[in-house]
């Protein structure tokens, strides 16, 4: 079984925000990451949080950390057609690794 | 800046032929080198890793493996193909501690 727990799926209307959640195990991890997956293709870093940090925003984004409850959130402002992909959280664990969620699909409807 | 190429994009084999997947680095030095798969609708698993030319872990035993015959290449490689090896094959590079960047991908096809 997986470390890094995600919800699989989220709808969500073009101009309302997104959140997506994320829960992991490894109170020893030092970064937590947000990945994004567009259909066919590879992940891209879209952020990541240290973590000694609670929060951490660039542009639409906000990352929300809950070290104590082992919480990550994404938040995405005015969620745009663009945004439509397989969302990834990731905490660093030990040797060089990470240790993925399942992935957040999210739909955007018009 | 640095990029990482994968190579082919696309590949359908049968059951049984051999396998090499490529991928390669450039734009930095010594970097941490992963291979992941993808099954279809599902997370990623974490297949090698290797974070010096002469050092490459297996996380997963299979009949896959991986070489890295320079700094900046990596190889998957395996002698006979299973249905079960289709998958989408990521490549990603390192180089602080964690941070991981990945390639485009190799859709393969097992039949």
């Known amino acids: 079984g997986e470390d890094v727990e995600q919800s699989l799926f989220l709808s969500v209307r073009e101009g309302d925000s997104s959140v997506i959640n994320c829960t992991y195990t490894d109170s020893s991890s030092t970064y937590l990451y947000w990945y994004k997956q567009e259909p066919g293709a590879g992940l891209q870093l879209l952020t990541y949080i240290f973590s000694n940090m609670d929060m951490k925003q660039d542009q639409r984004l906000t990352v929300l950390l809950n070290k104590k409850d082992k919480h990550l959130s994404l938040r995405i402002a005015d969620t745009q057609t663009g945004d439509s992909a397989i969302y990834f959280c990731?905490?660093?664990?030990?040797?060089?690794?990470?240790?993925f969620g399942a992935g957040t699909t999210v739909t955007v409807r018009a | 800046s640095q990029t990482i190429h994968q190579w082919p994009a696309t590949l359908v084999q049968p059951v049984g032929s051999p396998l090499s997947l490529e991928c390669t680095v450039e734009g930095t030095s010594n970097p941490n080198l992963y291979w992941y798969r993808q099954a279809a609708g599902r997370g990623l698993q974490l297949l090698f890793y290797s974070i010096g030319i002469d050092q490459i872990s297996s996380e997963v035993p299979q009949n896959l493996s991986a070489s890295r015959p320079q700094d900046r290449q990596f190889i998957l490689s395996s002698k006979k193909l299973l249905l079960s090896d289709s998958g989408f094959y990521l490549c990603?590079?390192?180089?602080?501690?964690?941070?991981?960047?990945f390639g485009p991908g190799t859709r393969l096809t097992v039949l």
């Open positions: 990731a905490e660093s664990i030990h040797d060089y690794k990470l240790s």
């Open positions: 990603a590079w390192g180089q602080r501690m964690n941070e991981q960047f």
